[in-house]
């Protein structure tokens, strides 16, 4: 009989949480924060790896983030970006910004102090409150898209020396 892979175990030990804390299939969780890195990794905390994967997607979202609201030492490509959308896409950035604020504080607090129940109430609120964010971002980033070259086009004949 050949031995189970790293990947088909977790598969296994994820449905077991799955089924105990109602939580997103395997497959919808690993396409949003590719929690089958998870499989590399022996550990008896799963719940907190699953945590861990779900915190750097999302706290890499808050730092773009920041770096468009508030620019200093950005790259350039921030400050295309900035160009190509208007005041209402700012606000509705800035209202993620603040929802990602609050899960960064959420997992701080998570690293501090080990809770199941808490992890699981994180994962579980996270991935809704992730599920709306991500729309609301891809209307952005279309809006983006739609302005980038006309934008990016009107503002590149300054100077640059």
């Known amino acids: 009989m050949p031995k189970e892979s790293h990947l088909e175990n977790l598969k296994k030990n994820y449905a077991k949480i799955q089924k105990k804390y ?5 497959k919808e969780f690993n396409e949003e924060f590719h ?21 750097d997607k999302l706290s890499n979202y808050l730092r773009f983030i920041e770096a468009i609201l508030n620019p200093a030492n950005a790259p ?8 190509s959308i208007g005041s209402e896409e700012k606000k509705k950035l800035a209202d993620i910004y603040k929802r990602l604020a609050k899960i960064e504080v959420k997992l701080i607090e998570l690293d501090i102090e080990f809770s199941e129940k808490k992890e699981v109430e994180f994962i579980k609120e996270s991935y809704k409150e992730w599920q709306d964010m991500k729309k609301e971002l891809l209307i952005i980033i279309n809006e983006v898209k739609k302005n980038w070259d006309t934008k990016f086009e009107a503002n590149s004949k300054g100077y640059f020396g």
């Open 35 to 55: 929690i089958e890195k998870a499989a590399e990794a022996e550990t008896e905390l799963l719940i907190t790896e699953i945590r861990r994967f779900m915190g």
């Open 22 to 26: 109602n939580l997103p299939s395997f």
């Open 76 to 83: 350039m490509f921030v400050f295309s970006f900035i160009k």
